[in-house]
């Protein structure tokens, strides 16, 4: 397995006190909580420093874990024969192991051998995040997930192994909303009930629309003469394709909103969709069109910038 430098983590000396522990997490969990820090590794380091403190904090995991020697971060290593009483366990048993899930399953046997009283414990909760289409979210649907489950070896010792779940996502989901899979996480000890697995739902953004609540953003592009003149458009939405009336003299950035055409709410509701129009020019024309963009210069006597003319005035 990897060595970890909890100390390192922390900030602090290998001999400080479990004053100055308690100190140096309340100040480092503050910088670096996910709702606060800026630092693009805010959410890692405030995971790493949770694990350490949750070693050194307690006594008896801290002499364990004192006992396994000071090392290079990262380097590789195995506990030694009969480390904390697991005289079962050879070299090779720790192949897969992460630090921290062995931590986790700490206590199980007390230093030097001696039993402890054997206490059931609930197993640990796993979440995982799973990419989802709006489409999923709006009619909801079944996905496959993978996570990667703590489970126990022949000794005891926690590993990881890779479990395909398959989950129903209902319709009227939303961005970021937990699915939780009861009982299908870690295991637990000494008959204590599983850990559960939570799915967290994120959106990939879409190529057509852009998501505020429940309402729906898109862009509505029309020509030049559809904007003069007024058009019926075909416009797609999540539910099928329903037919949009343009007004005359349309202009960039008005909105078009169509009630009930946004996304499905968890009571029952609908959002709307809003049509953002757009301006769209050719990028080539030909000689008749340019013909008849001549002719229309000439005829009228539209301004598009009269703020220009005042400006000058004033």
Do not use: C
Request: net charge neutral.
């Amino acid at each position: 397995m990897k060595f970890k430098d909890y100390y390192q983590v922390m900030g602090v000396e290998r001999s400080a006190s479990a004053g100055e522990i308690k100190q140096a997490y309340r100040k480092l969990a503050h910088q670096f909580h996910p709702d606060i820090s800026t630092d693009p590794r805010g959410k890692e380091r405030f995971q790493e420093i949770g694990e350490a403190y949750a070693v050194l904090k307690d006594p008896e995991k801290r002499a364990a874990y004192d006992q396994l020697g000071k090392r290079q971060a990262g380097q590789d290593f195995s506990p030694p024969p009969g480390w904390h009483g697991n005289s079962d366990a050879g070299a090779g048993s720790y192949d897969d192991v992460d630090l921290a899930d062995l931590f986790a399953a700490f206590g199980r046997a007390g230093r030097g051998g001696r039993a402890r009283a054997p206490t059931a414990a609930r197993g640990q909760d796993v979440e995982i995040s799973a990419a989802v289409s709006l489409e999923l979210l709006h009619h909801g649907g079944e996905i496959e997930v993978r996570a990667q489950i703590p489970e126990l070896d022949a000794h005891g010792l926690p590993h990881r192994t890779s479990r395909t779940f398959r989950i129903t996502v209902p319709a009227g989901a939303v961005d970021g909303q937990r699915l939780r899979l009861g009982a299908k996480g870690g295991p637990g000890t000494h008959g204590g009930p599983a850990g559960d697995l939570y799915v967290a739902l994120a959106l990939t953004p879409h190529r057509l629309y852009r998501v505020e609540g429940a309402d729906l953003y898109m862009n509505l592009p029309l020509a030049p003469w559809e904007a003069v003149l007024g058009a019926v458009i075909r416009v797609p939405t999540l539910d099928g394709a329903v037919e949009l009336n343009v007004k005359p003299g349309a202009t960039a950035g008005q909105q078009l909103r169509l009630a009930k055409r946004g996304l499905r709410t968890a009571d029952g509701g609908r959002g709307a969709l809003h049509a953002v129009i757009g301006i769209t020019v050719p990028a080539s024309a030909s000689e008749a069109e340019r013909v008849l963009y001549r002719q229309l210069a000439v005829a009228s006597d539209f301004d598009p910038r009269p703020l220009f003319a005042q400006e000058e005035t004033a």
